[in-house]
């Protein structure tokens, strides 16, 4: 299995472009969520699905959207990129079914810079 | 929600001595506490975890611990290797609920020197 998988790796926006952060997982998890993990901080939560046709927002949603078609895959959208979306975004899932582990598999991570 | 507080934000330690990172939360229905381990350029990676049923976990070189009634856990790696630097996240959860993300510290830099 390759796991989490996000492309690009990196990526530079000029303010008010918009781009799509890939997510792929091949776990067939139900569960996937995206983070962005500003300099120096946690990671914080922007949205999430329980499984396909199904999302929802986390923390830090605005300014971002996302779409659940398959179980595979989770992009994000960003449609008017501003400087305050620099940040590494992350991508992670996890089965749905409670158990000794709750454990979330994390992608690479996507390095966005918006001038 | 729930708010993780995370101490301390870098640490510095010498090879072969314990790291202790303390991390405190406020949802006293947070039920599930993970610690994962950051890499440079990688994602992070769970290293250890512990539900709200159990006092300590042990794994090796590293160990959790968890206080319910005061809402702190802390994570404990003795003998400490130049490999065990990285940035160590904690964070909780609360399995009851249904998109069960998790809420994350801020981070601590661990530097073990050889």
């Known amino acids: 299995n390759a796991g989490v998988t996000q492309t690009p790796k990196f990526r530079i926006l000029k303010i008010g472009q918009s781009m799509t952060l890939q997510c792929t997982q091949d776990?067939?998890?139900?569960?996937m969520y995206w983070y962005r993990q500003d300099p120096g901080m946690g990671l914080k939560l922007i949205y999430y699905?329980?499984?396909?046709?199904?999302?929802d927002k986390g923390e830090v949603p605005n300014g971002y959207n996302v779409s659940r078609s398959t179980t595979e895959d989770f992009p994000l959208r960003l449609e008017l990129a501003a400087p305050s979306q620099t940040s590494v975004y992350f991508c992670?899932?996890?089965?749905?079914?409670?158990?000794?582990?709750?454990?979330?598999?994390f992608g690479p991570g996507t390095r966005l810079t918006v001038l | 929600g729930e708010n993780v507080e995370q101490h301390p934000s870098t640490l510095s330690v010498q090879e072969g001595d314990s790291a202790v990172i303390k991390c405190t939360y406020s949802d006293s229905a947070s039920n599930y506490f993970p610690w994962y381990k950051q890499e440079l350029g990688k994602g992070p990676q769970l290293i250890i975890d512990i539900r709200s049923n159990v006092g300590e976990k042990k794994d090796q070189r590293i160990a959790v611990t968890l206080n319910k009634t005061a809402k702190h856990f802390s994570l404990h790696i003795t003998e400490t290797q130049p490999e065990d630097s990285a940035v160590y996240f904690c964070a909780a959860s609360n399995r009851g609920t249904g998109r069960r993300a998790l809420t994350f510290g801020s981070g601590t830099r661990l530097q073990v020197q050889p």
């Open positions: 776990m067939n998890h139900n569960y």
């Open positions: 699905s329980v499984g396909a046709g199904i999302t």
């Open positions: 992670a899932s996890r089965l749905p079914v409670a158990g000794e582990r709750n454990e979330q598999f």
